[in-house]
């Protein structure tokens, strides 16, 4: 417990470091070549329209109820392209960053929530490009989106205890990184991010939604934006998703510190 | 999780660094793939083998201390100023720190190539945990220290090694560190801004900044430290003043076991360039040389010399052994003030205890805090003198006028041989051996008198 207070104030000292760094990863990713800064809306708005082209025009498909493919495509990808992204480049932390780890007292146990500060203003833009995508289908603001920070801080609560554990053994073990491109790629799809669960998937696999965490965090977005659904709706669910963040980041976080002392040495 | 257990332990009273039994030891493996079975073995089987960079070290450091590490390459100085620093954790034993540390531990530390230079001084100001308004403050007075020009606006992994080195000390220096650590580091830098550096450290000092250096350059660690810590093969051999240290880190450097005298090139044979005066009948019949020829005893005389200096620091194989040496200033013999343009001899008296086919002999003037203003051999002087065998002994002199400006210096005197390779084997080395005083020269300062010679040429009118 006291341990755990500890790690809060040091968590607090630590924001300008949070701060210096995520600003200093946005500059980086958005500045530097003329394109760069374009390119990053430019992808995901490509995948959009890939996706929007294959699935709507293509296959004819529908949200449910009837809503516009696009709608609900988009409200899903978004969040799960804030997952891989905050987990793919999270893994990389420690390593990419080894110029501090390396020859300075650093707290690298810090990295996980720069990576979080970082992806969430690509988020933050990406949200309002599909705000104005929702508006133009004739989507009314409602009171359900506040909503919206409730599930985004539920997926950060999820993602950090794995940074701490992706990216402390991607120090001993660079090929994690591959790994973790792979089971993104596998989850992506046992996610419902372009198909509907309610219908689609048999009975005997509907389980593999419910232990899904992002599963949750993507239905939340989705019931806020579109449906007018209470955040609370699923009780239990929310109380699993939380305890398996609580448990991951207890997990991710202890063998952080155990490996943080090899840092220096195996780097 | 986040405090650094290492560094931030409290140290009672002015230590800031205490130092306790401290080991480390590297597990060194033959291949990644070697450390990842390790890790996953089922049977727990081990496939590395351990390397002791450093064993059982201890030292304290207080407030306002500058104290040097030497020690050949490899002896772990890098891997203590690491543990120091905070970087690794020691295997065994404690290190604490009580304060801020900035450590420059090698060039490419703690910055990131691919921002500029003010970047990265604005980053490591942000992440040290300064406000938004002191960094920028800070900057403006890093950027005048490091003085790069328009470098200082570029990657830095186009700066070349000074212009890095020049911007590390400059953010490491103004950062207010308790600490400061230096690692050889300014040593790539220009000797302008090295000259700036250590005015710098010393302002540091007093305010009461400990600094911890880490240099091969003796002058430098002479002229900065007070305290010297001398690393070997991953011990300290020996913690006490800089000078003493110096002089044993020479020994470590230099002497060399007997056992690879005798294996050098082939005895000269006697001919032309040999000295006449070496241990056959005297060139000169002064007095005294015929005294030390005539005492055969073989015994060390060196400590009934007026001029001796009983802190003197003695190294060599012994091979060879300086027995006796006696500085002559004209009438005076045994003397220990010289007058000012005088003409001085010195005689040294060696005995060999074993055949050396090539000595070589050699006498260094150095002042007071081990800077060396002259040295001198048979060898530098294309001499080749005579081949000592075992039991003989031989005497030489040395001649030279007196050009130094008045003060305190100190005599080593040294009998070598060349090895194999034609590396400088010390048979016996006397440093600081004898303290002379040189008569005062109202005229100069420094530590050779030059004889400069001054007249006014004209005086001008100013122009209206």
Redesign the interface.
Known sequence: MNSAINFLVGLYRGRRTIRALARRDVLSRYSGTVFRGAWELANPALTLLVFWFVFSVAFKAKGPAGTPFILYFVTGYLPWLFFSESLTRGTQGVVAHSFLVKKMVFASELLPFVYLTASAINHGLLLLLAGIILLFNGVAITWYWLQLPYFFITLCAVLIGLQWLLSALNVFNRDLGQGVGIVLNVWFWITPIVWVADGVVPPEYQWLIHVNPVAYVIEGYRGSLLYEQPFWINGWQSLYVWSLALAMALLGGSVFRRLKQHFGDVL | ????SV?KQQVAGDVVISVSNVSKT?KLYPSHQD??KE?LHPFRKRYHTEFSALHDVSFEIRKGESVGILGRNGAGKSTLL?LI?????PTRGSVSVNGK?A?L??L????????TGR?NV??AG??G???DEEVMKRVRVIEEFADIGIFFDQPMKVYSSGMYARVAFANAIHVDPDVIIVDEILGVGDAKFQEKCHRKLDELRSRNVAILFVSHSVNTILAVCERCILLDKGEANLIGSAVEVVNAYHGLLYGRPSAELGKGRRPSADGPGTLGFASGPAATTSPIVEWLLNDTTLVDRISTRISYNKDHFRTGSGQARILDYIVVVGEETDARVIRRDADIEIYLKVKFTEDVPEPVVGLAITKIDGIHVYGTNSRLMSLDLMPGRAGQFAVYRFKFSNELVGGDYFMNFGVSTVGGNGETILLDNLRSVAHLVFEHTREATGMINLHSALEQVTLVPTMR
């Open positions: 999780m986040l405090e650094n560094s590297y450390r990842l890790a690491q620093a905070g970087v690794i954790s540390v450590a531990l090698e490419g530390a703690g910055f990131n190539p691919d921002l970047e604005i980053l942000t992440i945990g300064a406000s």
